[in-house]
């Protein structure tokens, strides 16, 4: 599922596809990509491209006229750009350009979305003003997570996910960003030390950063299309070698979504119960995060 880094690249590739060139036409097609939106509205985005902005996994293009879109790309979508006439599989919405190229929206399963809406309403359409702190456009420092997250009493993965905490942060890149931190992901958010949330902080930067490097380009290939290749640390790599200590890597189901982990470098360790800037809380002592570190289920 695409997630910041992939939605991010989406956008400088749009970005660079529309400049200097106008909409010639829009079309699209009657499928669910739409749903809840006017298809018809979708036809009048033509023109120059104004604006190019992302908030968390959401797009949101304005063009000349008042005209705007938000866009979603939900598990399988994405914009691609081929010449006129070449044929484009899962192609659900089509820009034509008048240098020639079509930028198409393709999405195999149907589960992306895009909303032609007055560009103005953008940024106050609910499912965007719900979305918590972009890290990559609002930046993300470790007090700055631990006020974002630190509330909350999920586990540590599955409150990293929360788009409403911090908006961009999916199944993928917040298992890479607790590899790198080192912290398991059934910890709970209120037994991290300031330490703890400001390596997770960089960590998050860090598996970003390795995103964009290991994926940007025009055809960006998903972890899941046939063929791909996996670059990532743990996800995706139950019962292989950790690639830093070599323990096999574990899996079990957290929120509905398949988390990977390696025991020996994010241990489930004793934890203080409840952590402060001035330490552990005095009598408290110390208790397991969770009851059982035992992996639950192996469905992906």
């Avoid at 044929?87 to 089509?94: D, K, Y």
């Avoid at 020639?100 to 032609?116: A, M, T």
């Avoid at 489930?268 to 059982?292: F, N, Y």
């Amino acid at each position: 599922m695409p997630e910041l880094p992939e939605v991010e690249i989406a956008r400088r590739n749009l970005e660079r596809w529309f400049k200097g060139h106008r909409i010639v036409r829009a079309e699209a097609d009657a499928t669910r990509v739409f749903r809840g939106a006017e298809l018809a509205r979708f036809t009048r985005l033509t023109g120059r491209v104004e604006t190019l902005e992302r908030k968390g996994k959401y797009l949101l293009l304005t063009l000349e006229g008042g005209h705007g879109l938000m866009a979603h790309l939900g598990m399988t979508g994405k914009f691609v750009r081929r010449e006129e006439g070449e044929p484009v599989s899962h192609s659900r919405a089509r820009f034509h350009l008048e240098d020639g190229h079509v930028v198409h929206f393709s999405d195999p399963r149907l589960f992306g979305r895009l909303e032609p809406v007055a560009a103005k309403a953008l940024w106050d359409l609910p499912a965007v003003k719900a979305l918590g702190r972009d890290p990559l456009t609002e930046g993300l420092t470790g007090p700055q997570l631990e006020e974002a997250v630190g509330d909350s009493k999920q586990d540590l993965k599955v409150a990293l996910m929360d788009q409403g905490r911090v908006a961009g942060l999916g199944n993928i890149h917040a298992a890479e960003a607790l590899f790198r931190a080192g912290l398991h992901p059934a910890r709970k958010p209120g037994t991290l030390t300031p330490d703890d949330w400001k390596h997770l902080a960089r960590a998050i930067h860090a598996a970003f950063d390795f995103a964009f490097k290991e994926q940007e380009g025009e055809d960006i290939t998903y972890l899941e299309e046939p063929g791909s290749a996996n670059r990532f640390r743990v996800y995706g790599r139950a019962k292989g070698p950790c690639s830093k200590c070599g323990t096999p890597v574990e899996s079990f189901t957290q929120g509905g979504r398949t988390t990977h982990f390696c025991p020996k470098c994010q241990p489930l360790s004793m934890v203080p119960s409840r952590v402060s800037r001035k330490g552990p809380a005095a009598g408290k002592g110390t208790a397991p995060a969770v009851a059982s570190t035992k992996p639950r289920s192996r469905r992906r």
